[in-house]
């Protein structure tokens, strides 16, 4: 089955930096990469997404890159504020047998020092 | 934030009894998903429906239970078989890629 492997755990970074946040996924079938933000006490919720036919997208302060040679992608926040702090999780979703699988990384608790 | 809830929020049980969990979704989606968050292990799939009357195991159903008789609802059992039930579930639905995330239940094993 798919692993998504996410790094690093933990991430602290000054407020106006900036603070990548990485994944690698195993199934060459996935073709759709969300990552959801959780804030403390609250659900996860889909920040930014892309698609296996798109290397980059972008949405304000947030971007996301995938390589699917490499079979990685990566989260970019630039301008970090402190309402950025959260646990982000990347993920792999494939459609199998007509199942939408979808496989999350372990989680990157990111904290913004003002 | 709204259309898919969650009950209770805690619940707490006893060694050797099975517990149900509630999830209702009132955004129409086909697709309904059982998580269980632990600390440092992200979201691990446990079961998941794409259409009512049918449901798949995820990758650690052992232990649990579900049923989907209604495309609105999608109950997980906790059974006794589960040995380190101690956890946090999340319900999720999705129409297209996005899932989306109930509130969540805390379920403490004393």
């Known amino acids: 089955g798919e692993n998504v492997e996410q790094h690093p755990s933990t991430l602290s970074v000054q407020e106006g930096d900036s603070a990548v946040i990485k994944c690698t996924y195993s199934?060459?079938?996935?073709?759709?990469f969300p990552w959801y933000k959780q804030e403390l006490g609250k659900r996860p919720q889909l920040i930014i997404d892309i698609r296996s036919n798109v290397g980059e997208k972008k949405d304000q302060r947030i971007a996301v890159t995938l390589n699917k040679t490499a079979k990685h992608f990566s989260l970019h926040i630039t301008e970090t504020q402190p309402e950025d702090s959260a646990v982000y999780f990347c993920?792999?979703?494939?459609?199998?047998?007509?199942?939408?699988?979808?496989?999350f990384g372990t989680g990157t608790k990111l904290q913004v020092i003002p | 934030d709204g259309g898919i809830t969650q009950s209770p929020k805690y619940l707490f049980r006893k060694e050797g009894q099975n517990v149900t969990l509630s999830c209702e979704q009132n955004?129409?989606?086909?697709?309904m998903y059982w998580y269980r968050q632990d600390p440092g292990q992200g979201l691990r799939l446990i079961y998941y429906?794409?259409?009512?009357?049918?449901?798949q195991k995820g990758d650690i159903a052992e232990g649990y239970s579900v049923s989907r008789e209604k495309k609105e609802s999608f109950p997980l059992t906790v059974t006794s078989a589960q040995k380190n039930p101690t956890a946090f579930y999340l319900c999720?639905?999705?129409?297209?890629?996005?899932?989306?995330f109930g509130p969540g239940t805390r379920l403490t094993v004393l």
């Open positions: 429906s794409q259409i009512v009357n049918d449901f």
């Open positions: 199934d060459s079938a996935s073709n759709y």
């Open positions: 993920a792999a979703d494939k459609n199998s047998g007509g199942y939408q699988k979808v496989t």
């Open positions: 999720a639905s999705s129409h297209s890629n996005e899932q989306f």
């Open positions: 955004l129409n989606h086909d697709a």
